[in-house]
């Protein structure tokens, strides 16, 4: 995604990449409707500079 628009990336370099990691059935609207919970990445693969979960996730995984 363009990660200018959401200023997580300058307007000169700014692919940003949605991951998705969890996925749960939408308790408001139902049906087949989906919430997915996403993690950014820069274009690499690595954890964005803002994405804080990723942080916590490798904390939790060590216990």
């Not at 370099?13 to 049906?31: I, Q």
């Amino acid at each position: 995604f363009d990660g200018s628009s959401t200023n997580q990336a300058p307007g000169s370099n700014s692919d940003c990449v949605l991951r998705p990691v969890f996925v749960t059935p939408d308790p408001l609207r139902g049906g087949d409707n989906l919430l997915v919970l996403c993690e950014v990445e820069l274009t690499d693969f690595t954890p964005h500079p803002t994405n804080t979960r990723a942080a916590a996730r490798t904390v939790a995984e060590k216990y």
